[in-house]
């Protein structure tokens, strides 16, 4: 799949948050731009060797035209993407990536508080399963 078409979002299909974070960009995707994997699938496997399972939970991921992106810039990247008003949040991409990362990270440490951990993996629905990778 051509991620310069259609970029590619890497996201725990176990994390509430992450799952309210896809059905987010999906409902705001009027393009259908975004392609989704979980990262315990097959194509995350195959695109992230060598990485850690540990390493790889710690954030949501994107891989578009220009590479692949993690944490706070991930996010704004994904965003820019959307219809207006979301782009203007890329404003917050002023923000020195130390900072935005320390943030991103709070969440992340907290999310399964916040947003309790499923027993299975987000399952989309029969309209959405053509933008979902293995």
Not at 34 to 50: I, W
Not at 68 to 87: G, N
């Amino acid at each position: 799949m051509d991620t310069v078409d259609h970029p590619i979002v890497f996201f725990d299909g176990y994390c509430g948050m992450c799952s309210r974070w896809v059905d987010f960009l999906i409902k705001r995707d009027k393009k259908r731009l975004f392609r989704y994997s979980p990262l315990q699938g097959e194509t995350a496997k195959d695109r992230f060797k060598g990485k850690s399972e540990e390493e790889l939970l710690r954030s949501v991921w994107l891989q578009d035209a220009d590479g692949l992106h993690d944490r706070s810039t991930a996010v704004f990247r994904m965003v820019r993407l959307l219809p207006q008003p979301w782009p203007l949040l890329g404003v917050l991409m002023l923000i020195p990536r130390p900072v935005r990362d320390w943030a991103y990270g709070v969440c992340a440490k907290n999310r399964y508080r916040m947003f309790p951990r499923t027993e299975i993996c987000r399952v989309p629905t029969a309209e959405e399963r053509a933008y979902f990778l293995p």
